[in-house]
């Protein structure tokens, strides 16, 4: 009865080279004012001190930007933890929003949908302005956008559309096709999915069926002699595929990024493999730790060493340290191995990528590339880079800090800080601020954030920082100049990470801005991604308005964007944080004490 665990919408409100603008920090003025007589002073004084202070100003533009962060910054610092309650909206839903996320949702699936009707839902990926299909290969779809867009349909309690795809599901999908697919990508998006819909369908065994033969199909992948997963698999041949140009290379968040999904399995399946197979990637990344914590994004296949490559939360680091959190998690925060490789890449991030940019003082993440100089010898450059991706982190990092960083369990909602740690206090901190500053580089045209953002530096020096309307600004879209092409860093791909972060931020906080800050997102999304006809569209520039669309529909729009914003907006008591765990596809999977004891510490 697959209809049968269909969970209903709530209608009701129930309820290094690390820079030394890092060290800076912003001291507070003291001023001795106890004098009534220098009051006297001040009243006569008052011309000469401002036109004083407008000189300062002129030559030190950073002042009025420290001032001003000191207060933005101590403001934030109470309002987020909890000693200011004026935000605090609760966590009921927001019907009128929530339901306008639905719409969305069906803006976007009955778009697909109607193609559907012709093609019989056979395909992998949507164009939204042709209104095709095309599949990853040649070989034929493997559902990678029905299966992705399932359990958001079940959140949504849209039994219409979920019971087609479902019957797609059940006598059109097939797994034997003779072609190379993406490790990584299969196993969240459809393995994800599939495992989150038996959950949300109350144990439909059509999905453990599918998971289960999809999930072998995947195993030999990790035949290899450090046991890491070859980054491609033949699903009809069941053989790994190593990668055409770099063969040895298999990248770190890959490898890592797949747990949560082949741990969940075995728990189902009482089958041990795919959790063997799982936890021994953990242990090749433990066993070769690299010296200050934290990971390069390459490791060698047959080493199972790291590579020297860049180290950074976005692309090919991201989910590493998103699942490391997230394993904790998923066992009941039983495995204590997790807490302390997660709280020892934390302390690292927070020591040698977290950045603050020098005037506005934004929170971000650097990058630290690899360079070897004439002899041979290896440094680090920090690069001032941060990709969209990486905009999950923040969201991450307070959800962590309720976790590893909390001193009394269960915390408050918002957390007192009384209730944290000293490092839950820091990831905390930094896990508000870096949500912000994701949220700022929404300033632009379109209010929608680019695929990555450059962050000034002090060495740029002073004639490039202000912008158009004269105010510095810190962060700029690299290559992009009036009468330029648009280059690749300022497209917007319909990407969720920001939005993940407010979900996770809201529901730790129930401060009205992180709902507020999502909403205008959504109306940017409406404003400048719908494609009338159906469907929305990546846009090739997200300073340039009317947008110009790309015929490209992510599947993570369905799975990830919309069913972060409509959570954000539903009432707290659907999918509660202390009994689920999101998947790096935003696939929810509950949390369970484990009967398996691998003995892996
Ligand atoms: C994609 O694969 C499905 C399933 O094999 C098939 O029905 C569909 O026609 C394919 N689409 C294209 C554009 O070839
Ligand atoms: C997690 O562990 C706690 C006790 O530590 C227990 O009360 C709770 O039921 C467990 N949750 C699950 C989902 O197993």
């Not at 494609?531 to 997200?542: E, F, H, L, P, R």
């Amino acid at each position: 009865m697959p209809d049968e665990g269909l969970r209903k919408r709530k209608t009701g409100t129930s309820k290094s080279e690390k820079q030394s603008v890092q060290n800076e920090t912003t001291d507070e003025p003291e001023f001795d004012i106890d004098s009534a007589a220098l009051l006297q002073y001040l009243k006569i004084l008052w011309i000469p001190l401002v036109l004083c202070f407008a000189v300062f100003v002129y030559f030190n533009p950073s002042t009025l930007s420290d001032i001003a962060n000191f207060w933005i910054e101590s403001e934030d610092w109470q309002a987020s933890p909890g000693s200011s309650t004026k935000s605090f909206v609760g966590l009921s839903a927001d019907v009128e929003k929530r339901d306008a996320v639905v719409e969305a949702f069906k803006h976007a699936w009955r778009a697909y949908g109607l193609m559907v009707e012709r093609d019989a839902m056979g395909n992998d990926e949507y164009h939204p302005i042709s209104h095709k299909g095309t599949n990853l290969t040649k070989a034929g779809g493997i559902g990678y956008t029905v299966i992705d867009s399932i359990d958001t349909m079940l959140i949504m309690g849209l039994e219409d559309d979920y019971a087609r795809a479902r019957k797609w599901v059940e006598s059109s999908l097939s797994f034997d096709r003779d072609a190379s697919f993406n490790t990584f990508e299969t196993t969240i998006r459809v393995l994800g999915g599939l495992l989150s819909a038996y959950e949300l369908t109350g144990h439909d065994k059509l999905y453990i069926d599918r998971a289960i033969d999809l999930a072998d199909r995947i195993l030999p992948a990790f035949d290899t002699n450090s046991g890491l997963p070859l980054p491609n698999i033949n699903l009809g041949k069941r053989e790994g595929v190593a990668d055409v140009d770099l063969p040895y290379l298999v990248s770190t968040a890959e490898v890592s990024t797949l747990q949560l999904e082949l741990r969940y399995l075995s728990h189902l399946t009482d089958e041990d493999i795919y959790w063997e197979k799982a936890e021994s990637v953990m242990k090749t990344i433990k066993e070769h730790r690299m010296p200050h914590g934290l990971a390069s994004i390459y490791m060698h296949v047959d080493t199972g060493e790291f590579v020297p490559s860049a180290i950074r939360l976005g692309s090919r680091g991201d989910s590493y340290y998103e699942y490391l959190l997230k394993q904790y998690i998923q066992t009941n925060q039983t495995e204590a191995v997790y807490r302390e490789m997660y709280d020892d890449a934390m302390a690292a991030v927070n020591e040698h990528l977290i950045t603050k940019s020098p005037y506005t003082r934004m929170t971000y993440t650097s990058e630290l590339v690899p360079e070897r100089n004439s002899g041979g010898q290896l440094s680090w450059r920090l690069t001032p880079k941060q990709d969209h991706l990486v905009c999950f982190f923040g969201g991450s990092l307070m959800l962590g800090a309720t976790i590893t960083g909390a001193s009394t369990i269960p915390m408050s909602i918002p957390p007192r800080q009384s209730e944290f740690t000293d490092h839950g206090k820091r990831d905390w901190k930094n896990g508000a601020e870096l949500i912000k500053t994701c949220v700022d580089t929404h300033d632009t045209l379109t209010g929608l954030s680019p695929e990555i953002a450059h962050f000034r530096i002090p060495s740029d020096g002073m004639f490039d920082i202000f912008s158009q309307s004269g105010v510095p600004a810190d962060w700029y879209i690299k290559g992009a100049r009036p009468g330029v092409e648009a280059p690749y860093d300022a497209r917007y791909i319909l990407r969720p990470e920001t939005v993940e972060s407010l979900f996770l931020a809201f529901r730790l906080t129930g401060d009205i801005r992180y709902r507020d800050w999502g909403w205008s997102i959504f109306q940017s999304i409406e404003k400048h991604c719908k494609v009338d006809t159906g469907g929305y569209a990546s846009i090739m520039n997200v300073d340039e308005v009317p947008s110009r669309k790309e015929d490209k529909m992510e599947t993570f729009l369905m799975s990830e964007t919309l069913k972060y914003l409509f959570l954000l907006f539903e009432d707290a008591s659907v999918l509660p944080l202390d009994k689920y765990v999101f998947n790096t596809e935003a696939h929810p999977l509950p949390i369970f004490t484990p009967h398996i004891r691998t003995g892996f510490s």
